[in-house]
């Protein structure tokens, strides 16, 4: 299996509140998912039936930009091109009622890999008010 395809990891502001244009210029980062709540989806059934996004997201993906099976470079690379931490930004997130994720993707199919999130990178995301969360696959 290719080693850079067993990690990496993406950046999520979302929220009912959550508009992409705010959140493209206040990080200087032109974003990988934007969506808006109420953006209209299309039907996958092809019933036709009016469906609408349900919340807002504003995010950015380390997995074309970085190729390592260890989640390190994949968060380390994010936190810089958002150059994090900013000192607004947890008071942001409450003023606009969003959150902010950390999802890391963690492929671990023979079950002998641990995840590694550093502790210098655990405790300033969660100073910004964000979780770290981990899809492990088996």
């Not at 990496?8 to 934007?34: C, K, N």
């Not at 390592?68 to 994090?84: A, D, Q, T, W």
């Not at 930004?89 to 969003?98: M, Q, V």
Request: charged share 25%; net charge negative; aromatic share 10%.
């Amino acid at each position: 299996m290719n080693s850079q395809h067993l990690a990496h990891a993406s950046f999520t502001i979302s929220g009912d509140q959550v508009l992409p244009e705010f959140w493209t210029r206040y990080f200087d980062v032109v974003p990988d998912i934007a969506i808006t709540k109420g953006d209209p989806i299309t039907d996958p059934t092809g019933q036709g039936r009016i469906l609408v996004r349900r919340t807002g997201v504003w995010g950015i993906r380390s997995k074309l930009m970085v190729s390592s099976s260890v989640l390190e470079p994949h968060l380390r690379y994010l936190i810089n091109r958002l150059s994090l931490p900013k000192a607004s930004l947890r008071e942001l997130l409450c003023e606009k009622k969003a959150e902010m994720c950390f999802f890391c993707y963690w492929a671990n199919y023979m079950g002998d890999r641990v995840p590694d999130v550093p502790d210098d990178i655990r405790a300033m995301i969660e100073s910004l008010g964000g979780v770290i969360e981990i899809d492990e696959y088996r």
